[in-house]
């Protein structure tokens, strides 16, 4: 099983819809959770960070994180072309370590 | 610019001559790694470096070698490249402590082809 599994797409929304993108993880250690957008021919670049459960809003995006159920969840609102990116969602376990653990990325398209 | 460098961005080679793939950083990160992309892979951990002289086995290290000489300096090698390895290849960086997670700042990327 992999560690964090998500759902690769592709997903095409229209323009100034929520778009909901999600993963699951396996790992109850896991503590702090992050989301990386990924252009494309760029590399991933930090989007949104939490650590353990509960909500952060930064803007349009809103990262939920429910431990219970091992579910990660990043919102947009009011979705733009310029959100047309690749989503990657990934998870860092223990303090100390910083190696990540990345789920296989959903290809978002925001049509206008 | 505070930024991750790798080159070259592309390669097209043959299976079994040997290449390195360079990764620089300006941002004074103790933690480096580098990362192959793969679709329906996601992203998989090569190797990692804690600091300068210390490496460690991320996820798939096979076929891989790195080196940490320098701080800002964190090279790939494959001795003897075969066609499994035709990835997209990514550096990053990161600190370490300060009392929370520091983000890693990744690089643009390097396509390699292994004929």
């Known amino acids: 099983q992999k560690e964090v599994e998500q759902d690769p797409g592709p997903l095409s929304v229209p323009e100034g819809a929520i778009v909901s993108l999600n993963c699951t993880y396996s790992n109850s250690a896991f503590q702090y959770f992050m989301w990386y957008r990924q252009y494309s021919r760029k590399g991933p670049e930090l989007l949104m960070y939490?650590?353990?459960?509960g909500n952060k809003e930064d803007g349009r995006f809103t990262a939920q994180v429910d431990k219970s159920s091992k579910y990660i969840s990043l919102f947009i609102r009011d979705s733009q072309p310029s959100d047309s990116a690749t989503y990657l969602c990934?998870?860092?376990?223990?303090?100390?370590?910083?190696?990540?653990?990345f789920g296989q990325g959903t290809r978002l398209t925001i049509n206008p | 610019e505070a930024q991750v460098t790798q080159n070259p961005r592309y390669l097209i080679t043959v299976t079994g001559k040997k290449l390195t793939v360079t990764c620089s950083q300006n941002?004074?990160?103790?933690?480096m790694s580098w990362y192959r992309q793969d679709p329906g892979l996601g992203l998989r951990q090569i190797y990692y470096s804690m600091n300068v002289e210390v490496t460690d086995k991320g996820d798939v290290p096979e076929g891989y070698k790195v080196s940490r000489k320098e701080k800002r300096n964190f090279p790939l090698i494959l001795e003897s490249p075969s066609p499994n390895q035709t990835s997209l290849y990514f550096c990053?960086?990161?600190?370490?402590?300060?009392?929370?997670?520091?983000?890693?700042?990744f690089g643009a990327g390097t396509r390699l082809s292994i004929l």
């Open positions: 990934s998870t860092l376990g223990r303090q100390g370590a910083q190696k990540l653990v």
């Open positions: 939490t650590y353990s459960s």
């Open positions: 990053a960086s990161s600190q370490i402590g300060g009392g929370s997670k520091q983000p890693q700042h």
């Open positions: 941002m004074n990160h103790e933690y």
